[in-house]
DNA sequence: TAGATTGTTAATCGATTAACAATC
DNA sequence: TAGATTGTTAATCGATTAACAATC
């Protein structure tokens, strides 16, 4: 009998509420609770509460919750408690940002490959890995020799598609796509997306 | 009477399907169907019925949805059939790769005022719209000058909640934050996250 | 202890889907 | 016309919230 799957809601949450105690960890904060996450994250602390409840009892009644241990417990639980190798493709402005961004850092990831189709790119080393640029013929055969499973796709729109399939022939899972493009892909492969417009313009229908 | 409001979730699919709309645009088609959009973009098409039928009737029974017209009315409901004077804060790496981020043509954003805090950046000539970068100390003020409604976030997380408060402050109504960090704003302000650590945590939990 | 806060249940609320009459 | 696809209804499904016993 299969345990009920955690609904992908809940799972999309976990990092925001990492993301709030790594914040009080920096402030030295030592205790909170489900109260005062919910208000810094403008949602209930019912919601906090039942979304932890999947997982365990990471709280003590009257007293609240151990902040570093939660942490922990929620890096465990979205397996970032180790380092995932990630190759980025598309080494232009975009993907520049991407491989200098410091951000990642101990956050469980740590871009270990770029690739580009750009002669002028290729070869340049780049980032806070100081990674050596690749022509995008050694991705696939690259992701497997080194088992990266994590991708991230900096490449205009039209190329995505095709970069996507090749990351999937490689071995790769999860896929973060900064390239204004739906993807698809075959089940049991994740696609994220980070698109500034869809951002603005999720906002412009408030707007007077 | 108020009329009912539409959903936030239902807000935040629009600009999905007028990216998917402007992707035919380029292919050159001129007809689609609740069917293949829902196919391309891996939802349900009684779910794009569903949500395009809050705002009027743009299809034909048995031929589908004229792809122009759609897309034109999308832009509308959206708010982004005109230009969004927005400032951007932040001139570090992060900031420079946002105001030289070619995808904010012709999507309705125009990257007009940029300010930070580093003397080395100020006075730079910056981005596709050769901005000066502007100390933030004059933020406030050009953007009640200006009008600007429309804020970018690209500092580290510890100004970022500072910057939100001046931006509101200054009138801004709708932030897009790309600091590591939840922001607390006033009711009536609208803010959207890019947080990479985010998309890549919320698909480790799925790994092996 | 008294006060506070968890973990959990049950009720409420809202979103998605299936199905189909309408109609191009 | 015959075939296709919309817009919409009602049913299903799932997520959120309120409330509180348990207990630190």
Same mark, same amino acid.
């Given at each position: 009998m299969a345990k009920r799957a955690i609904p992908d809601i809940v799972i999309g949450r976990l990092p925001v509420y990492l993301r709030a105690l790594n914040f009080l960890v920096a402030e030295g904060r030592q205790v909170t609770s489900s109260q005062e996450l919910g208000d810094r994250l403008g949602i209930s602390s019912a919601q906090i509460r039942k979304d932890l409840s999947h997982f365990g009892e990471f709280g003590k009644q009257g007293t609240g919750y151990d902040i570093a241990f939660l942490r922990q417990q929620l890096s465990e639980i979205l397996k970032v408690n180790r380092m995932w190798d990630v190759a980025l493709v598309g080494a232009g402005n975009l993907g520049k940002a991407i491989a200098d961004y410091p951000g990642f850092v101990g956050k469980g990831f740590n871009i270990i490959a770029i690739f580009d189709n750009d002669p002028a790119k290729i070869g340049q080393i780049m &980032? +806070?890995?100081?990674?050596?640029?690749?022509?995008?013929?050694?991705?696939?055969?690259?992701?497997? @020799?080194? #088992?990266?499973?994590? &991708? +991230?796709i900096a490449t205009p729109a039209e190329h995505a598609q095709a970069i996507a399939r090749t990351m999937v @022939?490689? #071995?790769?899972?999860?896929?973060?796509?900064?390239?204004?493009?739906?993807?698809?892909?075959?089940?049991?492969?994740?696609?994220?997306?980070?698109?500034?417009?869809?951002?603005?313009?999720?906002?412009?229908?408030?707007?007077?």
């Open positions: &980032g +806070i890995n100081h990674v050596t640029v690749q022509p995008v013929e050694e991705l696939e055969r690259t992701l497997r @020799e080194r #088992g990266i499973v994590v &991708g +991230i @022939e490689g #071995g790769v899972k999860a896929i973060l796509n900064y390239a204004p493009i739906t993807i698809m892909v075959p089940p049991g492969v994740h696609v994220q997306y980070i698109d500034p417009v869809v951002g603005l313009q999720r906002m412009t229908y408030y707007l007077a």
